[in-house]
């Protein structure tokens, strides 16, 4: 026997709200992307942002424009850095 769900969803997106399409990257295209957004957002390159994080210089963020910056790229730094496998 076959059951249906008449459940309507009221938070499921309607189709003049559709999600954006997915876009998969490689490697290169991910690091280029941070790189990117990190000489806009900040003026200097996805290398330095990460060294500079590594250095604990943005241990402690201002709730300024330059933080809410900085977070943008600390959300994204996998493209930089992916995780690695198993942790």
Request: aromatic letters at 6%.
């Amino acid at each position: 026997m076959a059951a249906t769900n008449s459940h309507h969803d009221a938070d499921a997106p309607s189709e003049e709200q559709a999600l954006p399409e997915v876009v998969w990257l490689t490697p290169e295209e991910g690091r280029a992307v941070f790189d990117e957004d990190a000489r806009s957002f900040l003026g200097i390159s996805g290398d330095e942002f990460i060294r500079r994080l590594d250095a604990g210089e943005y241990d402690a963020i201002e709730e300024d424009e330059t933080g809410r910056q900085i977070v943008r790229l600390l959300m994204s730094v996998s493209l930089a850095r992916p995780i690695p496998d198993g942790g």
